[in-house]
């Protein structure tokens, strides 16, 4: 019995065999599978080619210095390869590049300097440093006050503004570049401070701004405002492509002076003139509280509702026109001994909508303050 088994299995072997044979003979083709090993592929980075020398503000970086060339290779290799950050600059370059280049010109000053703020803010409108500088050109509060800039905490951060800060930060660098006599001195001073860097040339009894010993922050400043400049002037060069449609526009405005004595709740201001708050707030970033600051300031507005806001100033103004259409009972003014709390069980007004509403960073208030309890 085993043995007959062991000759049907052979059998059947023989049989599969020989229909193999008679398949592999046949004239259709067959399918071979062939085993392919993928390896992961990674973007091409290569390096681009550096210059021999470089003009910065009409002085000139000797690349062929082997010190100097790696220092600006650094700065330049960083920058080139970080493609988004890159990229957002030469998006953001066609909002404030055409106010700062006609700024330079009218002060007569380098066109590079406009590259100088990208180093410091990247063109954030709103870039704040952990040392406390502020805006587009990251101007410390000291200098504020020097040039007459507006800062006052939770009122007013003139800082912030393009128009205010860009005269000043020019300003500045042009007084140091009388004082210390080079482009490239006043850099350095605008970033480390005009009395650090005397003292590194008197003591080190040189003005050339690429043999001082300086705080490393500072001795790479430089440089990266050249590897900027570098990349901006001809982005295509280095892969940047940006349809020029896709560019940011400036934004229309138009730019009125108001000399506030009252108080008028910005909100009230935009309802009745049809301008958009969060229209008023971001063309005022400046503007740091929901009351118009006091005193004679300057004010960004959409170029069709000038006429109207100032209207509302004139209505706000009127105490007739404030009771005939029920303003004053939006608000509630603040007694002696009133928290948040209080005037939140007497009005039935959340603590957390108050403070909303009247941009309170904390909960402190004062007797006679009005606060708004309504939109």
């Known amino acids: 019995m085993k043995i007959a088994v062991r000759f049907m299995f052979f059998g059947l072997i023989l049989i599969l065999a020989s229909g193999l044979n008679?398949?592999?003979?046949?004239?259709?083709?067959?399918v071979i599978?062939?085993?392919q090993t993928?390896?992961?592929?990674?973007?091409?980075?290569?390096?681009?080619?550096?210059?021999?020398?470089?003009?910065?503000?009409?002085?000139?970086?000797?690349?062929?210095?082997?010190?100097?060339?790696?220092?600006?290779?650094?700065?330049f290799t960083i920058m080139v390869w970080d493609r988004p950050q890159v990229l957002m600059w030469i998006k953001r370059s066609g909002r404030y590049f055409p106010y700062f280049e006609k700024a330079l010109s009218e002060k007569g000053l380098p066109d590079d300097l406009k590259y100088l703020a990208v180093a410091e803010s990247s063109?954030?409108?709103?870039?704040?440093s952990h040392a406390g500088a502020n805006g587009l050109w990251q101007i410390m509060e000291s200098a504020s006050k020097r040039f007459g800039l507006r800062v006052e905490k939770g009122v007013m951060d003139e800082r912030l503004s393009v128009e205010r800060s860009t005269d000043v930060a020019l300003r500045y660098l042009k007084e140091h570049r009388n004082r210390l006599g080079s482009w490239m001195l006043a850099l350095a001073a605008y970033n480390c401070g005009e009395?650090?860097?005397n003292q590194a040339v008197k003591t080190q009894k040189t003005e050339d701004y690429f043999s001082l010993n300086l705080p490393l922050e500072t001795e790479r400043y430089v440089f990266r405002i050249a590897a900027i400049k570098m990349i901006l002037e001809k982005p295509e060069k280095f892969g940047y492509r940006v349809d020029p449609e896709r560019m940011y526009k400036p934004v229309r405005i138009r730019t009125v002076t108001v000399d506030?004595?009252?108080?008028?709740?910005?909100?009230?201001?935009?309802?009745?003139s049809g301008v958009s708050l969060k229209d008023f707030m971001e063309l005022n970033p400046k503007i740091l509280s929901s009351i118009l600051p006091q005193g004679q300031y300057s004010l960004n507005l959409p170029p069709d509702y000038v006429d109207d806001f100032i209207e509302a100033i004139?209505?706000?103004?009127?105490?007739?026109?404030r009771v005939r259409n029920g303003y004053d009972k939006r608000y509630v003014v603040v007694r002696e001994g009133d928290v948040l709390y209080t005037i939140s069980w007497r009005t039935g007004v959340s603590v957390e909508k108050i403070m909303k509403l009247n941009n309170l960073k904390t909960a402190t208030i004062n007797p006679g303050q009005r606060l708004l309890i309504r939109e």
Request: hydrophobic residues 30%; glycine residues 4%.
């Open 22 to 30: 008679s398949c592999t003979s046949s004239n259709e083709p067959r």
């Open 33 to 35: 599978v062939q085993t």
């Open 38 to 75: 993928v390896q992961n592929r990674f973007p091409d980075i290569y390096e681009y080619d550096i210059p021999d020398t470089l003009t910065l503000c009409g002085e000139t970086i000797d690349l062929k210095d082997q010190g100097i060339r790696e220092m600006f290779d650094r700065e």
């Open 123 to 128: 063109l954030h409108l709103t870039a704040k």
């Open 195 to 197: 009395n650090l860097v």
């Open 260 to 272: 506030i004595s009252g108080r008028f709740y910005i909100a009230d201001l935009c309802s009745l």
């Open 314 to 321: 004139d209505k706000l103004s009127d105490p007739d026109f």
